[in-house]
């Protein structure tokens, strides 16, 4: 039996200009949730999208010592996410719960971040679709996009099916099956 495509809702929280503010809201309103990273790194001109993170307890994550959120060293900010959608059934696998692994995933390999080393390499191992959405820091007032880079659909539909990433209303980018197998390059 093939499993069904997975969707997965990311509301997306910010922008939170320090470390310390993030990491005390991120103590008391996230247990679950994945963490991105907008600034620039030493040498940089742009401001850009650098590091996608998932934590069970993100505020242990959110600090200077950080082995890659350290290297972004100006105009840094962080966006909490937390999941919207329900974990799909079935016995789980991993400790991780999978729409935070498949969330990550989706957003390190097709968006290509120049931080993350973890899941860039290899393809999502099932069909998944992530829809991202951002709100204020009052948890309630909707913002625009962030970065232009940052889309806000990122589908993997199947190993030889396109896979894209969709900005609503501006443009969208498809990658043909195979092309988008052989990786960032």
């Known amino acids: 039996m093939t ?10 929280y910010g922008p939170y200009k320090d470390l310390d503010h993030a990491r005390e809201c991120a103590r008391h309103d996230y247990v679950h949730g994945l ?10 001109r742009m401001k850009i999208l650098q ?13 200077d010592r950080h082995h890659k959120l350290g290297l972004i060293s100006r105009e840094r900010e962080i966006w909490l996410g937390e999941i919207a959608t329900a974990e799909p059934s079935g016995r789980r696998l991993k400790a991780t719960r999978t729409t935070l692994d498949f969330a990550e995933w989706l957003h390190a390999r097709f968006l290509r971040l120049p931080l993350n080393d973890k899941k860039t390499k290899a393809l999502p191992t099932r069909s998944v679709t992530v829809l991202n959405r951002w709100f204020g820091l009052d948890y309630e007032t909707p913002k625009r996009r962030p970065h232009k880079d940052w ?19 501006v443009r969208q ?3 043909l099956a195979p092309d988008y197998a052989a990786g960032p390059g």
């Open 151 to 169: 889309p806000d659909l990122i589908d993997y539909p199947d190993f030889q099916l396109p896979a894209r990433t969709v900005w609503f209303g």
């Open 51 to 63: 590091y996608v993170g998932i934590g069970n307890a993100i505020h242990t994550r959110l600090n």
């Open 35 to 44: 963490y991105l990273a907008i600034g620039k790194c030493r040498g940089e």
């Open 3 to 12: 499993q069904q495509h997975l969707m997965i809702a990311v509301n997306w």
């Open 173 to 175: 980018r498809r990658f």
